[in-house]
């Protein structure tokens, strides 16, 4: 779906993605980790156009992607970031049709979408004229998800949007989308920091360190066949307090 080659960005003179070749593999859940400041949020961006390589070429279904062919590349790539990204001063209606509101779909065709998405994602149709600061993290979460699948795309972008919600909603909000993504079938690419995430949600972890990706697989390869010892330290690094007193008791 998505193929990277050879691709560099700098800011200020300072490497962000160092040199990538990726390949995006269509109908797959592909995980992007690593830690902070690694590039992994830099390479979305470039994915869909937000920003533009120094070097290298992004292709998007065979084809380059180019300022003249954002319109329709937004339109097959649903985006979601951190925190939802609503618009607060429009209600939660008004937030999920804009883009089909842009494009000029006949009101029954919005409708009729609309209430396919409020029930995937389990959202009440009494809180549609209410504006975003009037519902929880988890609902904008929510929200900013059906916007993103308002036009039926062929990708979802995912720029890690658990990462502001408090665990209990957090928890919630991973199984109902592991089960969106499932019963959509579509080619998914999500960045986090969390490995316990990226286990959960990848079918593929791609995993990234100051601009470069250091191994990509499935998490049993990453336990078993460590590419190198940095894969092993960042593991070691996410397991919880609890897994290392139980670790440390036996």
Not at 25 to 35: M, N
Not at 97 to 105: E, I, S, V
């Amino acid at each position: 779906m998505f193929q990277l080659q050879n691709i560099s960005k700098q800011f200020n003179g300072t490497p962000a993605i160092d040199s990538i070749d990726l390949s995006i593999t269509p109908g797959q859940t592909s995980v992007l980790i690593g830690p902070s400041g690694c590039g992994k949020s830099t390479l979305l961006r470039l994915m869909i156009g937000l920003i533009w390589q120094d070097a290298g070429q992004v292709l998007f279904d065979g084809e380059e992607v180019k300022q003249s062919k954002l319109l329709n590349l937004r339109k097959q790539i649903g985006y979601v970031i951190q925190e939802g990204g609503l618009f607060p001063h429009v209600t939660i209606r008004k937030n999920i049709t804009l883009m089909a509101d842009y494009l000029k779909w006949d009101s029954g065709k919005i409708k009729s979408r609309l209430l396919e998405l409020l029930d995937l994602a389990q959202f009440s149709d009494r809180r549609l004229d209410d504006f975003p600061l009037q519902i929880s993290g988890g609902q904008r979460q929510r929200v900013s998800l059906m916007r993103a699948l308002m036009l039926d795309p062929d990708v979802l972008l995912l720029d890690e949007p658990l990462g502001a919600l408090d665990p209990m909603v957090r928890s919630k909000l991973q199984s109902d989308l592991k089960q969106i993504f499932q019963s959509l079938g579509k080619t998914v690419i999500m960045v986090t920091h969390d490995m316990g995430e990226a286990a959960f949600f990848g079918d593929i972890i791609i995993l990234m360190r100051e601009g470069r990706v250091i191994q990509q697989g499935t998490m049993l390869d990453f336990i078993e066949s460590p590419g190198e010892p940095f894969v092993t330290d960042f593991i070691n690094a996410q397991r919880s307090p609890l897994d290392t007193i139980g670790g440390g008791s036996n």
